[in-house]
């Protein structure tokens, strides 16, 4: 089956630091990719819709100069959160669009704890 | 706007018991229905996928039926076993295409020896 994984699996940063993390496709190719963020004993809530070679799509509510969203290639993405502070701890998820377009396969998941 | 409800919220159940997951989705206009689950801390787990023309689909134990036009769709587990302990989410679609997923909030499943 489809395999996503994502890097690194937690992070523990200062307030007011960068933090990136990636998602990879690791035996298909994806030009679509979502970002997703889970509250603890919530479900998860899309944050923006990633393109390969162009701008992501950001839901309502986002920030998008916060969550800097990149789809360099048809493999990988990644969401650097700028500035972070501590209501940005949250469980970060990625998934991956196969380019039927009909089934995503999600990552594992990036703990981030902002002190 | 999609909106997903599961009920119910938390099923605490003994070994080996049958149950039933349901969830309800508001706007039946979808391409499919997907199953998840999620165990504590970690990402999530595709158990079944639905596709709107079909009416079920199976998975060893796992059993997951759709009803668009009344816009149900129901999970079974039979035989439950401990390692099922976890929390299911189902998830639709939204919009006009495959992705941005709508998830409901989840049932929590405990399964006790």
């Given amino acids: 089956g489809a395999v996503v994984s994502q890097h690194p699996s937690w ?17 298909f190719q994806a030009t679509t990719m979502f970002w997703y963020r889970q509250f603890p004993k919530q479900s998860l809530m899309l944050m923006a819709t990633s393109n390969e070679g ?19 290639s048809l493999t990988l993405s990644t969401l650097t959160v700028t500035s972070a ?3 940005d701890s949250s469980f970060y998820i990625c998934s991956a669009l196969l380019t039927s377009g009909k089934e995503q396969f999600f990552g594992p998941g990036t703990r981030l704890t902002v002190l | 706007k ?5 009920i119910p919220a938390a099923l605490s159940v003994p070994e080996g018991e049958n149950l039933v997951l349901n969830c309800s989705f508001t706007d039946s206009a979808i391409y499919n229905l997907q199953w998840f689950r999620q165990d504590p801390g970690k990402g999530l787990t595709s158990l079944l996928l639905i596709q709107s023309s079909q009416r079920e689909q199976t998975s060893g134990r796992l059993n997951a039926s759709l009803d668009k036009s009344s ?43």
Avoid: M, W
């Fill in chain 1, 85 to 87: 502070h501590p209501e």
């Fill in chain 2, 71 to 113: 816009g149900r769709s129901t999970l079974y587990i039979a035989a439950s076993q401990p390692g099922d302990s976890a929390t299911y989410l189902c998830a639709v679609p939204g919009g006009t295409s495959y992705g941005k997923l709508t998830f409901g909030q989840g049932t929590i499943l405990t399964v006790h020896p």
């Fill in chain 1, 11 to 27: 992070v523990i940063c200062k307030s007011g630091t960068s933090v990136k993390i990636e998602c990879r496709s690791l035996d």
């Fill in chain 2, 2 to 6: 999609q909106e997903v409800t599961q």
């Fill in chain 1, 54 to 72: 162009s701008k992501a799509t950001y839901e309502q509510g986002v920030e998008k100069d916060k969550f800097l969203i990149n789809h360099a």
